[in-house]
């Protein structure tokens, strides 16, 4: 869950991606989706890859990133 100062900002948030959390670096409304670009408001990011450090829109976006990464392997 997000505190009040970490929700606060207007614009893109800078996020460090956990096991089980984030920590927000840069306060923002939301992130980007890294595969659809889609803006994700923070309170509603679900999906996410500690590896990668990116966020995903919803488990659609996460599987298309798993088939593009094993493509290239």
């Given at each position: 869950?997000?505190?009040?100062?970490?929700?606060?900002g207007?614009?893109?948030?800078?996020?460090?991606?956990?096991?089980?959390n984030l920590?927000v670096?840069?306060?923002?409304?939301?992130v980007?989706?890294?595969?659809?670009?889609?803006?994700?408001?923070?309170?509603?990011?679900r999906?996410w890859?500690?590896?990668?450090?990116?966020?995903?829109?919803?488990p659609d976006a996460?599987?298309?990133?798993l088939?593009d990464?094993s493509?290239?392997?």
């Open positions: 869950m997000l505190g009040r100062f970490e929700r606060g207007s614009g893109e948030a800078v996020v460090e991606y956990g096991d089980s920590r670096v840069r306060p923002g409304r939301f980007r989706c890294a595969v659809t670009g889609v803006e994700i408001p923070l309170d509603a990011l999906y890859s500690v590896e990668r450090q990116e966020a995903y829109a919803d996460v599987m298309v990133r088939r990464s493509k290239s392997a």
